[in-house]
Structures are given as structure tokens and as C-alpha cells.
């Protein structure tokens, strides 16, 4: 049972809009997540974590987590085509072991297109 | 700046044979994981490794199996390459303490 749930999408959006990626998980012990960020044909790269409900802003990226219902977001405000890739959603483990091993969802795939 | 680099970026081998992927860290990272992708699946764990000669399955190790002899490079073994092991595959390391994987760049194998 996938723990870590991802929209494959793709999803498309022009130019200067926002772009919205979704997560959920079935693991109420989750207490953090990562967003990674994987162009085509690269290793993925973290850009984005939190661990607390509410909303972290980092530049034109703000990830939104809601421990009650169980899912995370990330918003990519005014958006460029160079945000064009696949994004990921991970959550350490389930138990939280000292490993940090992570679970990911299947990631999003994001075109913007100009 | 963490550096994680890997053996080979595209590699071809037939069913049958045995193949060896390659990671090596440059950082001290005491845990390092390997990881395949696949379209519409995402990244599974396939093992991973808290310290030098441990380690533990992950989520997907049936036909492969892992070598850590020294804490800066970790190799994983296809013990006999199935066509369902085509894939990209990818390592990662990750310092004690902290949640944050680094990830090499990947090696894309074909078994044909």
C-alpha cells in the first residue's frame, strides 16, 4: 500500500500562473516532508521542506502542509518555463526511523508553457 | 558541495549476466541508498546502508543484492540481470541527523 500519493499529472500551465502540486499520505505519524525537483534526464534536488502545518515560503515556492487532512502542497507562483520538470513528494518512512529513509509519491509532471 | 557520482551513466548488459552499479561520496555520509525509477512509479527503495558493512532491504530487493566495504562507496549487485530490471537507478547519501538525501546523477541500464 503506497503510503505517499502523487497526481502524475501532466500538468500544464502557462506562463505567470500558479502552479499547484498535491500530495497526500496515509501515515498520521508522518511529521515532515521534501519536495524535490527533477528535470528530465537529472537526479532529483530538494527545494523545499516542512514540518509544521501551515505554510513555508522560500522565493516563488511555498509548500502548504495540513497534518488534519493528510496532504501537502506545493505552489509555484509566476511560472516559468524553467520550472518545467517533474516534482517529487517524500516523507520519511513510516516510524520515523534514524535512517531517513523516504517515501516518495510518483511525482508530477509540470509543463509551462510560454 | 556534496559530490555523489556513479560508475556509469548508461550502461547495456545482456539477461544472465552479473552487473555492479557504482556509487561513490565524497562527504563522510554515514547512510547511503539505492533507488530505481520507473515511469508512473516513482523512486522505490530498492537497499540502503547506515554504516560501513551494514545494511538493510528496502522496499523492492528481491534480485539484487549490496556490497558496502568502505563508507564511501556503495555497489549494488544484479546477481542476474532480468529484463525487469531495466531501468534508471539511482543512489543517494544522507548525513546522520539529517532528513535530506543527496542524489548522484544515475545510470540508466538496458538488459536486454
Known amino acids: 500500500q503506497k503510503e505517499v500519493e502523487q497526481n502524475s499529472g501532466p500538468l500544464s500551465v502557462p506562463e505567470g500562473a500558479i502552479a499547484s502540486l498535491n500530495c497526500t499520505y496515509s501515515?498520521?505519524?508522518?511529521?515532515?516532508f521534501f519536495w524535490y525537483r527533477q528535470y528530465s534526464g537529472k537526479s532529483p534536488e530538494l527545494i523545499m521542506f516542512?514540518?509544521?502545518?501551515g505554510d513555508k515560503e522560500d522565493g516563488r515556492f511555498t509548500a502548504q502542509l495540513n497534518k488534519a487532512s493528510q496532504y501537502v502542497s506545493l505552489l509555484i507562483r509566476d511560472s516559468q518555463p524553467s520550472d518545467s520538470a517533474t516534482y517529487l513528494c517524500?516523507?520519511?518512512?513510516?516510524?520515523?526511523?534514524?535512517?531517513?529513509?523516504?517515501?516518495f509519491g510518483q511525482g508530477t509532471i509540470l509543463t509551462v508553457h510560454p | 558541495d556534496v559530490k555523489v557520482t556513479q560508475s556509469s551513466r548508461y550502461l547495456v548488459k545482456r539477461t544472465g549476466e552479473k552487473v555492479f552499479l557504482e556509487c561513490v561520496q565524497d562527504?563522510?555520509?554515514?547512510?547511503m541508498f539505492w533507488y530505481r525509477q520507473d515511469p508512473g512509479l516513482g523512486l522505490r527503495l530498492i537497499y540502503f546502508?547506515?554504516?560501513?558493512?551494514?545494511?538493510e532491504k528496502g522496499d523492492i530487493p528481491e534480485g539484487y543484492s549490496v556490497s558496502r566495504e568502505k563508507k564511501e562507496r556503495f555497489s549494488l549487485i544484479l546477481e542476474s540481470a532480468s529484463t525487469n530490471q531495466t531501468s534508471m537507478y539511482l543512489c543517494?547519501?544522507?548525513?546522520?541527523?539529517?532528513?535530506?538525501?543527496?542524489f548522484g546523477p544515475g545510470t540508466r541500464l538496458t538488459v536486454t
Open positions: 543517494a547519501t544522507r548525513e546522520q541527523g539529517n532528513y535530506e538525501q543527496y
Open positions: 501515515d498520521r505519524g508522518s511529521q515532515s
Open positions: 516542512i514540518y509544521s502545518n
Open positions: 517524500a516523507s520519511p518512512h513510516a516510524g520515523g526511523t534514524s535512517y531517513g529513509k523516504l517515501t
Open positions: 562527504m563522510d555520509h554515514e547512510n
Open positions: 546502508s547506515y554504516d560501513v558493512k551494514m545494511k
